[in-house]
């Protein structure tokens, strides 16, 4: 059974980075053939894909988050992690990870996800 | 960026009746090359992730009960519930994940209720 879980601080301070990991059990992240990813879900926006990497070392970001995010992986731990720098009250959220359901392909619905962890940027 | 708007924004329906909710992207989501639309359906119940109900705008995926069904192509598409059961209580998401480059969007959410 693949499970995901989420785990970082739950407390940002504005302007710092935000860090999380998702950890995988039940499937190797380096030796699958899909996409892992992260979504956030806040009040104001909704849900909002950040973006995905294959362990092959395709990565993808949302445009309009681009600038501020990095998605890495230890596969010696079966975790991948965000980095989401210079943060904001608008980063306020709910944040996801999940696996992209279609082998091989980044554009793709998704058919597991952690259950999730808020983080909330507040001095 | 592609836009999906989802209406109503909710609806209250009793229970064993049909329950149905639209969803419109601002570009086709049909890849001519496949003839498939690229949009998938979730629930999500309070304090849990979204759950994956419907891809490629209408395979249900395992385990989800037939009572959910998806159509449409294009730009527009619905999902249909045949008989509202109380589980069914949930707010529902349409998602698309045509856009190249990527940027896979979500619809803002309807929220289904008893009546």
């Known amino acids: 059974q693949l499970m995901l879980q989420e785990s970082g601080p739950g407390l940002v301070k504005p302007s710092e980075t935000l860090s999380l990991t998702c950890t995988v059990s039940?499937?190797?992240?380096?030796?699958?053939?899909?996409?892992w990813g992260w979504i956030r879900q806040s009040p104001g926006k909704g849900l909002e894909w950040i973006g995905a990497?294959?362990?092959?070392?395709?990565?993808y970001y949302n445009p309009s988050l681009k600038s501020r995010v990095t998605i890495s992986v230890d596969a010696s731990k079966n975790h991948f992690s965000l980095k989401l720098s210079s943060v904001n009250a608008a980063d306020t959220a709910v944040y996801y990870c999940?696996?992209?359901?279609?082998?091989?392909?980044?554009?793709?619905?998704?058919?597991?996800w952690g259950q999730g962890t808020l983080v909330t940027v507040s001095s | 960026d592609i836009v999906m708007t989802q209406s109503p924004d909710s609806l209250a329906v009793s229970l064993g009746e049909r329950a149905t909710i639209n969803c419109k992207s601002s570009q086709s989501v049909l890849y001519s090359a496949t003839n498939k639309n690229y949009l998938a359906w979730y629930q999500q119940k309070p304090g849990q992730p979204p759950k994956l109900l419907i891809y490629?705008?209408?395979t249900r995926e395992s385990g989800v009960p037939d009572r959910f069904s998806g159509s449409g192509s294009g730009t527009d598409f619905t999902l249909t519930i045949s008989s509202l059961q109380a589980e069914d209580v949930a707010v529902y998401y349409c998602?698309?994940?045509?856009?190249?480059?990527?940027?896979?969007?979500f619809g803002g959410g309807t929220k289904v209720e008893i009546k």
């Open positions: 998602q698309q994940y045509y856009s190249n480059p990527p940027d896979l969007t």
């Open positions: 990497f294959y362990y092959s070392g395709n990565t």
């Open positions: 039940g499937a190797s992240i380096s030796s699958t053939t899909y996409y």
């Open positions: 490629w705008a209408s």
């Open positions: 999940a696996r992209h359901g279609l082998s091989t392909y980044v554009r793709s619905h998704f058919d597991y």
